[in-house]
């Protein structure tokens, strides 16, 4: 009975070659990998035409599937390997690590953490950058033969831990080693005359000698938790760029794109890298000769000696590529690492793969929809009026109410309500959010509207309705309306609390008037929108008082909005309550400085200030017995948004020039940086005119009249036109 133990490092492409040789020599009758035993089930697919690497078996908690660990595999993985040499030949082959279920529960033993690898202490006193730098030139690239090759890594490894070295994950791998222990020991049990074990070469020393620990891994492993886990394992594809990720047995690589190169390259391999580069670099509109490339390949060999490298590595290349075909220009180099180095490849898996509902309804969806899941972000702008777009945009807005990563919206630079811009990207965590979300329901559409039902069933504020409510309308859970309309009811009926109300109405009003381009009906958001603004108008002046600045600024913009939307609602009464209730705030005091701007421009642009009592309040506002600091304030909040008011109002521009000559100088400099604030938010149009126009300073009296602008206006023609300009603006005649 022999058992051969096999160190590997994850993702080495040396230790895949050695390995696929060692297989073809040993002829085991049972192969072990590293990896949780609830792997197992997914080592069968391995082989099949339908996965490609580079792809990962995600196992995870099928009652809380944020508790998911994955496993990644390339084709120049030792792990991919092992797996097919064993499904080609039809011998067993099995998981050999702590069940993800029981390393969940240890997580918090990995709180401690080593700063240096016991590799990278051994590299640096042999006159290397690290640990990966020093495996590479040892057993990586290092022509010998199999059985060499891991009896050095033994001896290496047995060296390191008898030197009493630790690894970053040591508390946990007391654990993992005698759980490995154990199950080497029930195959040697069942009689396996040949068992071969592929394991990080870490762990190979330990799985030496397993009848000297049997009893202290007994007492080991009753101490493990005993809690059970609904757990699954299946199959999804991976990224190049995702193979750096620390995984399931904490390894992960820089250079996938390199890796593979070498696993399928025999030969010249650094002058066939070349020759890729150079075709990058084409693609991309640089010219590149072959004398560069002959060049470069001069340069990276004396590079690697001059650097007594055993063999051209990656830095001796990058640097050839960056003196020679880049010029010294480090920004070409990017293109290198991002099509060669790590490579814009992504795997695929069988359709056959175990899913979930869910996920399976998601699949279904892309495939009609003719959507792919890519590895790099890619831009999709729809057209709303387009059937098959519309239905995309259906999908990612669902999508972005169960909260996926997977798509995010962009900002359209067509002003239309016709076009999206969606950017969408694939990495694992949208897959452990679609299992995450599971339990919602089986399809996307059933999940996003549980998922709507549950977030909204406990709230209490309008707000956060109406929110829910602008999201169900693009993502036509038309289902969920009603409902939340209802809600909306109930909470404005009970609800005291206005600042809550008053940022719901301006959302409620564009659900109302503009809806989305699908024509849904939402007249019945007309009666609560009314009764909203008639409870905001009741209370406004009483939320306005004893606000300190910050509030005051926030109630500023809400009055802005609320005061937009009530426009755009267009609703005589409701305009006349609203503009009523400003008044009010004018007359209450204790209201802050930059309030009583804001209503005082918003009455004035309504209309709603005769002339002499404009002149009356903007005089009173910017009288010099006001504290400077409050008369700051109020300008702050009556030029917010546009200086225009005071290029073409002389009367307003002297009052201004007056209040700025009475100011001292100290208290010019104090209110300097206010001052600032508010006429830096001006367009740059509007500043040069008002610096024209200061240097000009107060307007003499005389020179200032009103302007009246039907003073020329022909009556008589304009009737003439008048009909003309209808009939042509409404040609329906409705």
């Known amino acids: ?94 998981a050999m690590d702590l069940p993800a279920a029981v390393s969940f529960q240890l997580e918090e033993l990995q709180q401690e953490t080593i700063d240096k690898d016991p590799l990278t202490s051994i590299a640096e006193s ?10 590479n030139h040892h ?75 049997a009893k202290e891994d007994r007492a080991i492993l009753k101490k493990l938790p005993k809690k059970k886990m609904d757990m699954l394992a299946t199959w999804i594809p991976w990224t190049n760029g995702r193979l750096s990720m620390y995984s399931g047995y904490g390894a992960g690589i820089m250079s996938p794109g390199w890796y593979e190169h070498l696993w399928n390259t025999n030969d010249n391999a650094d002058m066939v890298w070349l020759g890729q580069a150079a075709k990058v670099f084409r693609e991309e509109g640089i010219d590149i000769s072959t004398a560069y490339i002959i060049e470069s390949f001069r340069l990276c060999r004396s590079l690697a000696q001059i650097r007594n490298h055993a063999y051209v590595q990656l830095t001796d290349m990058n640097d050839a590529i960056l003196s020679v075909m880049c010029m010294g220009e480090t920004l070409l180099l990017g293109l290198v690492n991002k099509h060669l180095i790590v490579g814009e490849k992504m795997g695929a898996v069988p359709e056959d793969i175990p899913k979930i509902p869910l996920q399976s309804s998601f699949e279904a969806r892309l495939k009609k929809l003719r959507l792919k899941l890519l590895p790099v972000p890619k831009q999709h702008t729809l057209d709303l009026r387009k059937e098959i777009d519309r239905e995309r945009s259906i999908l990612f807005h669902r999508m972005e109410i169960l909260e996926s990563p997977w798509c995010e919206r962009e900002h359209s630079r067509s002003k239309g309500t016709f076009k999206e811009v969606w950017e969408l990207a694939w990495s694992p965590e949208m897959m452990i959010n679609l299992l995450d979300k599971a339990y919602l329901g089986n399809t996307i559409e059933d999940a996003a509207q549980q998922y709507i039902a549950n977030k909204v069933a406990e709230t209490q504020y309008v707000n956060e309705v109406a929110k829910v409510i602008e999201l169900c309308i693009p993502a036509a859970l038309y289902e969920k309306i009603t409902w939340l309309l209802d809600k909306i009811n109930e909470l404005s009926s009970n609800s005291n609390e206005l600042l809550d109300l008053m940022e719901a109405v301006p959302k409620l009003v564009n659900i109302s008037r503009y809806g989305d381009v699908r024509k849904t009906d939402l007249s019945v958001l007309d009666h609560i929108i009314e ?33 937009q939307a009530i426009k755009i609602y267009d609703d005589a009464s409701l305009e006349e309550n609203w503009y009523n209730s400003l008044t009010a705030v004018l007359s209450k005091q204790g209201v802050h400085a930059i309030i009583y701007g804001c209503i005082c421009r918003l009455l004035l642009d309504a209309n709603q200030f005769e002339e002499k009592e404009a002149d009356r309040t903007f005089a009173l506002a910017l009288s010099v017995n006001h504290p400077p600091e409050r008369v700051a304030y109020w300008l702050e909040g009556f030029l917010r948004g546009s200086g225009m008011i005071l290029i073409y109002d002389n009367k307003l521009w002297n009052l201004v020039f007056e209040w700025v000559s009475s100011l001292s100088q100290g208290s010019f400099m104090e ?48 009737d003439k036109i008048i009909p003309s300009i209808v009939r042509f603006l409404n040609p329906m005649n409705v």
């Open 1 to 94: 009975m022999a058992v051969h133990i096999l160190g590997i490092r994850h993702h080495g492409v040396g230790s895949a070659k050695q390995l696929d040789k060692k297989l073809q020599s040993l002829q085991p009758d049972l192969i072990f990998v590293e990896g949780a035993v609830e792997i197992e089930s997914a080592f069968d697919y391995v082989g099949a035409k339908e996965l490609v690497p580079p792809a990962a078996i995600m196992v995870y908690n099928q009652k809380n599937p944020k508790q998911a660990t994955f496993y990644p595999f390339s084709v120049f993985s030792p792990e991919w390997v092992a797996m097919r040499y064993a499904n080609e030949r039809n011998i067993p082959l099995r």
């Open 126 to 135: 042999a006159g290397f950058e690290d640990g990966e730098a020093f495996w």
């Open 139 to 213: 057993f990586e690239q290092k022509e010998v033969n199999e059985d060499e090759h891991f009896e050095k890594v033994l001896f290496l490894m047995r060296a390191l831990r008898e030197e009493g070295l630790k690894s970053s994950l040591d508390q946990e791998n007391y654990y993992r080693e005698a759980y490995m222990r154990m199950l080497l020991q029930q195959a040697q049990n069942e009689m396996y005359q040949n068992i071969v074990v592929v394991c990080g070469a870490w762990h190979a020393p330990a799985l030496e000698d397993i009848d000297r620990f």
């Open 531 to 563: 009764q909203l603004i008639l409870k905001i108008c009741i209370g406004l002046a009483n939320a306005c008082y004893g606000l300190d600045d910050d509030n005051s600024n926030r109630m500023f913009e809400r009055i802005a909005h609320l005061n």
């Open 671 to 718: 209110l300097l940086p206010l001052l600032r604030r508010s006429f830096s938010q001006f367009e740059y149009g509007e500043r040069r005119q008002l610096g024209e126009k200061s240097k000009a300073g107060r307007i003499a009296e005389e020179s200032i009249k009103t302007v009246d602008l039907f003073e020329n206006f022909d009556h008589e023609a304009a």
